[in-house]
């Protein structure tokens, strides 16, 4: 990651987000992880983790029914009111295949857009691949790799999570990761926009140009064989027409095709 840190103008003053306190989220089919981070200097102020997502009857549930259930749950851990957050971000999950597990996640993902959009912040996601490099400094990280980073800033709630802390880890993660993220992002919706012309002329033209080739020595040697083929052709033509003419009734033809003359009979 970048150690530079970029100022953002939001609503007319300069803001860090490096320097904001990120909602974080670390959304599963089975959890949903929730961690208020800052990260820098990286500090955790308060993390829970969700469980029970994958209950009975979980597929035949409304999208009102599934959302009132999180809300439920967030209730019974709500978030501490002296730590305001400034965004939202969450980690982009991998669905697979399973069309079930696709909307369940949509689902999750959609309920942590509705919390930023109740308290007028921005919402961003985050690869896990970038999660894991943000945090470890690898992107094929594994669990125990992610919590041994992740330990000095929440040691404190390790007796509490017990084995859910690879859930608040990865909140640690993503809040590391959506800053840098978030500036990119920024940069792109306030850039001008340009029109199809202009991009197409901007671009560098990717095609090589048309290499000249010396004529062709095999064309050349060829050109004589065709009309030697052409004059053959001819000759056989006129042979056969005097082929033709010679086996007409009356006349006979020697081996050159010439027609022969009837000799005269002897008068005695």
Not at 19 to 31: K, R
Not at 50 to 69: H, I, N, P, T
Not at 253 to 258: I, L, N, P, V, Y
């Amino acid at each position: 990651m970048s150690a530079t840190i970029t100022p953002l103008i939001v609503r007319g003053q300069i803001a860090d987000p490096y320097a904001w306190t990120w909602l974080a989220a670390d959304p599963s089919t089975t959890h949903l992880g929730l961690a208020l981070v800052r990260p820098r200097p990286r500090k955790v102020f308060w993390c829970t983790v969700l469980k029970g997502l994958a209950v009975a009857r979980w597929d035949d549930w409304m999208w009102e029914e599934r959302v009132y259930w999180l809300a439920g749950k967030l209730r019974e851990n709500p978030l501490p009111r002296g730590v305001p957050f400034q965004a939202v971000a969450y980690e982009w999950p991998y669905s697979g295949p399973n069309p079930e597990v696709g909307l369940m996640l949509g689902h999750v993902c959609g309920f942590l857009v509705q919390i930023a959009e109740a308290n007028g912040v921005p919402v961003i996601r985050v690869p896990t691949t970038t999660v894991k490099k943000a945090l470890s400094g690898r992107g094929d990280a594994d669990k125990q790799a992610m919590i041994a980073a992740a330990t000095p800033v929440i040691r404190r709630w390790l007796p509490r999570l017990g084995d859910d802390a690879e859930h608040v880890a990865d909140c640690v993660g993503v809040a590391a990761a959506a800053p840098e993220l978030f500036l990119g992002r920024d940069a792109e919706l306030h850039a001008p926009v340009k029109s199809k012309k202009k991009q197409a002329a901007a671009k560098p033209s990717t095609k090589k140009p048309a290499a000249r080739t010396a004529p062709s020595r095999q064309s050349a040697k060829a050109r004589p064989a065709i009309k030697a083929t052409g004059a053959s052709m001819k000759r056989a033509a006129t042979t056969g027409r005097a082929a033709a003419t010679s086996r007409r009734p009356g006349k006979a033809a020697d081996s050159r095709g010439e027609a022969q003359q009837p000799r005269r009979k002897r008068v005695a």
